[in-house]
Nanobody
Framework: QVQLVESGGGLVQAGGSLRLSCAAS????????MGWFRQAPGKEREFAAA????????IYGDSVKGRFTISRDNAKNTVYLQMSSLKPEDTVVYYC????????????????????WGQGAQVTVSS
């Protein structure tokens, strides 16, 4: 059974940086897409970034492009989201997600494209 556990959330000042981690277990993830989404209260879950575990290819949502970087450590089965130049509007809960790609080369951008989810990590950016 796939388990995803996020860590690294917390409080940071505007303009600062924070790194989220997502430890994955229960499967061999070599043919998986790993995604980061974020969600504010009362709003839809928003795509932040995704990475292919096999080749490291990545994509980003418009709201985080140029500020956030997704990466993975195959040896640790962990995916990271390095967040820089943080803004108060980045104050939301961040979720890690995983999806088996099969033969697809396309990384999903929609939350409906992911079957497995972590419990979420709160990030708060103070102004």
């Amino acid at each position: 059974q796939v388990q995803l556990v996020e860590s690294g959330g917390g409080l940071v000042q505007a303009g600062g940086s924070l790194r989220l981690s997502c430890a994955a277990s229960g499967r061999t993830f070599s043919n998986y897409a790993m995604g980061w989404f974020r969600q504010a209260p009362g709003k839809e879950r928003e795509f932040a970034a995704a990475i292919s575990w096999s080749d490291g290819g990545s994509i980003y949502g418009d709201s985080v492009k140029g500020r956030f970087t997704i990466s993975r450590d195959n040896a640790k089965n962990t995916v990271y989201l390095q967040m820089s130049s943080l803004k108060p509007e980045d104050t939301v809960v961040y979720y890690c997600a995983a999806q088996w790609l099969g033969g697809s080369l396309t990384l999903p951008r929609s939350p409906r494209g992911y079957a497995y989810w972590g419990q979420g990590a709160q990030v708060t950016v103070s102004s």
